[in-house]
């Protein structure tokens, strides 16, 4: 790793001010993404802002019905939260489904958002990375990209998965990144926040240089909804999904007249199955209703080398979710 | 409360590790806890390329870097010497060629530089900085590559009897099937590492080792020192698997880095490079080829193996090591050949050979069982083998037909319904299969030292090493056992090459070649305790020193006791000692442990979701020394068999040779989730004491072997997929996987 110099903010200003609109520059959060990066010399920050002592711990209801996290709040914190256990559901699951307790204790909201791919040829240094080294190439492409690599919004120059399941639940409950920044604040929609890495996998995210994530605001829970984290893997624990889904639906009788579907493990970013949502309102909730959305949520999937499985495992986690779900 | 076991009876019973505490707690020092005077960090430069040479080393900005001492390459390095790599001298290392030998590259992930610094974090920084040129030429990625571009080469545990091609055409029954292994990786939790300093031409290292006498001894020809200058420590191991049995590069660089600087050098290998500079279990192809007559009677069996080996060293994974001998059958082959990939040097992982190889045998078996239209327990039980058929010798002790009925009906083996996929649950499909377990008992040359001291407790030393099995806890109940002190008076000290010689912990012996050692000492001591007392100044000066008894810490003379204390310090002495030299085993008997395992698999076919929901093992391993360690170690080889089945592969970019997973994240190894919820091992207890006296064969290793195969076996009962290829991942049992344009 490369030395970098070290600064605590004490304020979100300070925070900011330290940061500078330096792309060499990193917020600490966690560090759980960070610091073995900086480890493995894939970042190389010159300068980090510790921004643990921010105030920015604090899960608060609005008086609109969102729920607003603090940037800092902690996976194990956010999951564990009574209102999210209960008004959330598929948050708090998909939490508790990422990494391990020791991770989880020390990630953050923000933290989490940020993540970046577990991509092997990006985290090697140095085989061909358009994110580490933009107009490198893509090693992945022709490579070994088994579990790792996406089958939705891939692009010809990068095919990594967003590792995060809480990102996938909230893309699927629809929520609003708060951020400050060298010109202040403003929001984001969380949908509009991960980028599709096109021709510029490089960038990963809306953010602008130095802006700091303060806060993930929840959209109101959907009324008499029902919602489920299913994650597809390996091993049954401390794994990233091959595929999984976040589901919520509400139902009057056995017809569906809402339901949201995001996929994690098989898309470059969180990924909200938008169509796929359309042929299930209004619909009864039937398998033949679950194959047909889950077939158009994969209609535009490329399988590569090692992961046309994806394809079909992910429908599967679709089904599966509405099944346990409508049941 | 406490869990002392008292003299006479510790064999057998289950203390817990006594070093259990000092291990839970921190107390117990690895080799990278240990910081000398003045110790300054190795850090390594590691090849990004499979194949080539390193044209140029651009230094400057590491020589810069703060903190930099020096940094060694293939320019700047003390001549050394290699090691002849004899396991009878006591010197084998698996990779001969010394570290920065040449300015050679023969696999991704080796030396090609270390940089030494005042602090670990300086020697990261700085080794980062060290730029490197190659010229680099296209790399052998894996075994069918290297068969093509440079075919193979024979290896060694070849056997042949009758003629197995001539009874194969024309047999009633017969399959010709070939099986797949990947590398598998170790990943023991702790990390390779090395401390080393020197004093003159006397080098003490710490290290986390399976074999300190042999490193002592490779280090002694690798330095052109005498052995007895050299004292490799090693008390406490974050386990091994077989990655450190012998010792790697790293050992070789920190030493003479430590010598040429002057300096003690700490050097700790990364967990990328765990994966490529300290040993894998090679990738195997294994061709079988079995024939039987009309009523599935083994007549032709064949079993071919091709492994990887390195390009600088030959390793021999003998995959039809336990085919030779386990089933009753006139006509046979066993042949071993090795294709040269560019990869670090193979070595021995948990049952090197028997781990894959039975899980061709095992599961050929099945597919002949199911050919011949035959149970395959039954199957097993009509062709099992009476005698050692390879040997011409008896077993000394094989109770595998009882090992079998007896998980089977513990199993319910007899109650499934045969029918592929005819067993449900809810969402899940039920598959249940069984294969045998086989391991050869071993034991070796060995020594130890017992002192029964004054101070009313025991001090036992042998250099061998507890890899966290148990072997410190087993020694103290062999003496509790004879001197009936309770174990917490007794100290056992292990892991130091100032300890009399010991063997490395490795092919399950090292329960029967240290317990006659220490057995053999203490009674050696107890002889020594009776000369005293009947010296001219003793309790029974008088007496035959023969006509006493010695029991739970008494020697008793007709009908008298006294405390074995009193007689040692009635004349002022500090201990009786007894050093003891046992051989190793004899080759009357085939000696062989044997066993079976029962797996039930669950295959949801809605999410594509297989596990292991419940296994029944039964080993027969003879006595059983503790049974708590004892069940722990076939517990840890199922769940270990587990990974191998269904979870573990190192992939290797074809394209060049580089290892892509090499870290704890996507190199997947079953967490505590996928443990089955039941998991039942039968110990079936039978001493062997034509093995030794104490009728123990060892337990570490069998646990591992047919758990891949028994979990095949279940996957085809439940989906009908015979897959032979290892791992058993889900897109194996997928349906409808849309086809992939080559790029």
Known sequence: MHNFDYARADSTRQAVSSHGPDKQAAYLAGGTTLLDLVKIDIMRPEQVVDINRLDLKRIETLNDGRTRIGALVTNTALARDERIASDYAVLSEALLSGATTQLRNKATTAGNVMQRVRCPYFRDGVSNCNKREPGSGCAAIEGHNRSVHAVLGTSEHCIATHPSDMCVAMAAIGATITVEGPEGQREIDFLDFHLLPGDTPEREHALKPGELITHVTLDAPLDNSRSHYLKLRDRASYQFALASSAVIVTLEGDTITDARVALGGVGTRPWRAHEAEAALKGQKATEATFQKAAGIAFKSATPYAHNAFKIPLGQQAIVRNLTTLTA | ?743
Not at chain 2, 15 to 34: E, L, M, N, S
Not at chain 2, 580 to 596: I, L, M, N, P, V
Not at chain 2, 669 to 696: K, T
Request: with cysteine.
């Open chain 2, 1 to 743: 409360m406490s869990d002392s076991i008292i003299g006479a009876g510790a064999i057998g019973s289950g203390p817990k590790r006594i070093d259990g505490q000092r291990k839970v707690t921190g107390a117990a020092p690895y080799a990278a806890d240990h910081h000398p005077d003045n110790v300054a960090y190795g850090y390594g430069v590691f090849s990004t390329i499979a194949s080539g040479t390193v044209a140029g080393l651009d230094l400057d900005a590491a020589r810069q870097s703060p903190g930099v001492i020096d940094i060694f390459h293939h320019e700047h390095f003390p001549e050394l010497h290699r090691s002849p790599s004899s396991m009878a001298q006591g010197n084998k290392v698996e990779e001969t060629r010394l570290p920065f030998e040449d300015n050679k590259v023969y696999y991704e992930g080796q030396f090609v530089a270390l940089v030494v610094a005042d602090t670990f974090e300086n020697a990261r920084a700085a080794a980062r900085k060290v730029g490197v040129n190659y010229k680099s030429d296209q790399a052998i990625a894996n075994l069918d590559q290297g068969v093509t571009a440079h075919g193979t080469q024979k290896g060694q545990g070849n056997h042949e009897r009758g003629d197995a091609a001539g009874n194969f055409d024309g047999a009633a029954h017969s399959i010709d099937v070939t099986y797949t292994t990947p590398v598998e990786t170790h990943n023991p939790m702790e990390m390779h590492a090395s401390v080393a300093s020197w004093e003159g031409d006397r080098l003490t290292i710490f290290e986390s080792s399976q074999g300190v006498v042999q490193q002592q001894g490779a280090l002694a020809k690798i330095f052109g020192i005498p052995p007895e200058h050299i004292r490799v420590e090693s008390p406490f191991i974050g386990s091994g698997f077989g990655a450190k049995l012998w010792m790697w590069p790293h050992a070789v660089a920190a030493s003479a880095a430590a010598r040429e600087i002057g300096r003690p050098v700490q050097l700790v290998v990364p967990r990328q490079q765990m994966f490529t500079t300290t040993g894998h279990r090679p990738e195997t192809c294994q061709r079988m080829r079995l024939a039987t007559d009309e009523n599935g009677k083994l007549v032709s069996l064949r079993h071919e193996s091709i492994n990887t080996t390195s390009f600088t060293d030959q390793y021999v994974e003998t995959c039809g090591s336990v085919t030779k001998s386990l089933y009753s059958c006139p006509n046979l082959t066993v042949s071993h050949e090795t294709t040269q990939v560019n990869r670090g040097t193979p070595t021995s992982m948990r049952a090197p050979g028997a781990a894959p190889g039975l899980f061709a045998l095992e599961s050929a078996i099945d597919e002949m069982a199911l050919e011949a239209g035959v149970d395959p327990l039954e199957f097993r039980m009509n062709n099992y083998a009476e005698r050692d058929e390879s040997l011409d010798l008896d077993f000394s002790s094989n109770h595998i037909r009882e090992a079998t009925e007896r998980a089977a009906e513990k199993f319910g083996w007899h109650d499934r319904n045969p029918d592929v996929g005819s067993m449900r649950d809810g969402h899940e499909i039920i598959g249940y299969g069984m294969a045998a377990c086989n391991w050869e008992a071993l034991k070796r040359e060995c020594e130890a030292r017992v002192s029964l001291r004054a101070d009313g407790t025991a001090y036992v030393t042998c250099a061998t090493q507890d890899i966290g099995t148990g072997t410190y806890t087993i020694i103290a109940q062999t003496v509790s056992d004879l001197t009936g002190l309770p174990i917490e008076k007794i100290t056992v000290r292990l892991g130091d090459t100032s300890y009399p010689k010991g063997p490395i912990s490795g092919g399950s012996w090292t329960t029967a070649t240290t317990l006659p050692a220490v057995a053999a000492a203490t009674r050696k001591a107890i002889e020594e305790l009776k000369g005293y007392a009947t010296s001219g100044k003793g309790d029974f000066a008088d007496a035959a020193s023969d006509s006493l008894t010695f029991e739970n810490g008494q020697l008793t003379h007709d009908g008298q006791s006294v405390d074995y204390v009193d007689v040692l310090k009635g004349q002022k002495l500090a201990s009786a000692d007894g050093h003891a030299h046992t051989q190793g085993a004899d080759s009357q008997y085939s000696y062989r442990s044997f066993g079976a395992h029962f797996v039930e698999v669950r295959w949801d076919p809605g999410i594509s979701n297989l596990r292991v929901s419940r296994v029944v093992s039964a080993i027969d391993v003879g006595r059983v020394i503790n049974s708590m360690t004892a069940r722990n170690q076939v517990e840890g080889a199922i769940v270990m068999g587990l990974g191998m089945a269904h979870f573990e592969a190192t992939e290797y970019d074809a394209r060049n040779g580089r290892p892509v997973n090499n870290n704890y994240a996507e190199y997947v190894v079953p967490v505590h989730a996928d443990q089955p919820p039941e998991v039942d091992v039968i110990l079936l207890d039978y001493p062997d004491l034509e093995f030794n006296e104490f009728g123990a064969r060892g337990i570490g290793e069998i646990g591992i072997t047919g758990m891949a195969a028994a979990v095949a076996n279940a996957v085809y009962h439940a989906t009908g997929k015979r897959i032979r290829d290892l791992p058993i991942f889900k897109e194996k049992l997928m349906e409808n996987i849309p086809a992939v344009q080559s790029a």
